[in-house]
């Protein structure tokens, strides 16, 4: 399960390093927290010969929401898994990380900052992921 509950309380997401080979295999988040950087655990598998790191213009730039892509596995263990992720902030958009094929997705909504991400991955691969989200008035 990836949730990230002890940092609701935080200030903002930093920084996110994403791997992935044809499919997204996990994801780690370091987030601020009262002046202070954590690290969340690796969500998902050890696995994937791409590394991707997404270091964000804290504190000036902020996620607002991811779309990608998911579908069958590869290797036919799992299901259904994250095969792309594009990560947008409030100044713009990295990504897609990752082949867009398959049923797409969005975390889209109201207007916000997203503070924590959530989802599942059932082994080798991340199989879903959401938003916490701090929204705007």
Not at 79 to 101: A, D, H, Q
Request: charged fraction near 25%.
């Amino acid at each position: 399960m990836l949730d990230d509950p002890g940092m609701m309380e935080c200030s903002e997401i930093k920084q996110m390093i994403i791997k992935r080979g044809a499919e997204i295999h996990s994801i780690q988040t370091e987030y601020e927290k009262k002046g202070k950087s954590i690290w969340s655990a690796i969500h998902g598998g050890r696995g994937g010969e791409v590394i991707h790191r997404i270091k964000l213009d804290f504190p000036n730039e902020w996620l607002v929401c991811i779309t990608g892509f998911y579908g069958e596995g590869a290797d036919g263990e799992e299901s259904e898994v994250l095969k792309s992720l594009t990560f947008y902030t409030n100044k713009g958009k990295y990504g897609p990380l990752g082949k867009e094929i398959g049923k797409f997705f969005t975390t889209a909504g109201p207007p916000g900052k997203v503070v924590g991400l959530m989802g599942s991955s059932g082994g080798e691969y991340l199989n879903s992921i959401g938003v916490h989200v701090e929204y705007l008035n």
